[in-house]
């Protein structure tokens, strides 16, 4: 996990875990999740694309 992104699915993000289990926390892991998120959307389909499908490996 990366932030809160999960490094072999950038996809999914982990919101309420870790260290953004706190409210503190959750609330700043909130915000970079949404900021990740919309420039994953902002990429396209092709970027959003999980790292092991685009290695072929599923």
Known sequence: ??????????RIHLVGYGPSASTIGANRAGRAAVREIRALLAAGPQDAAPAAVLDGVR
């Open 1 to 10: 996990v990366e932030g809160t992104r999960v490094v072999r699915d950038p």
